[in-house]
């Protein structure tokens, strides 16, 4: 990426935490954590990937194809509010969303590790 695509990921990513958090009402969407914008370097779409922290476990199936509906039908909304508030862009590009499984993936190898350590001090 160039700097000036990566400058435009990092406005567009705090602006589309800003409007989930502050705007959209859908309650499919709830308690997400945007990681990271990807734009093309046209500015035709940008794939915004997620994730969700949560306590009790990891997210199945039918929960990521919920919170994927919800999302993808506030991304119109969010593109008309960033389009508003993002006037240094010419182009709004298509948000597209996509699930990102790296923080539960993450948190596996943690517990693995700490596992084998327990282990091994045990022995």
Known sequence: MSLRTDRIAHQLRE????ILRDEVTDSRISMITIQRVDVAPDL?????????FRKDG??????????SDGLESAASFMRRKMAKSLKNLRRMPELRFQY????????????????????????
């Open 58 to 67: 990891d997210l199945d199936f039918d929960e990521i194809e919920l919170i």
């Open 44 to 52: 035709s779409n940008a794939i915004v990937l997620w994730s969700e």
């Open 100 to 123: 990102d499984p790296s923080m539960r993936l993450a948190g596996q190898t943690m517990e693995l590790l700490a596992a084998i350590k327990h282990g091994e001090e045990t022995q």
């Open 15 to 18: 602006e589309i935490a800003r």
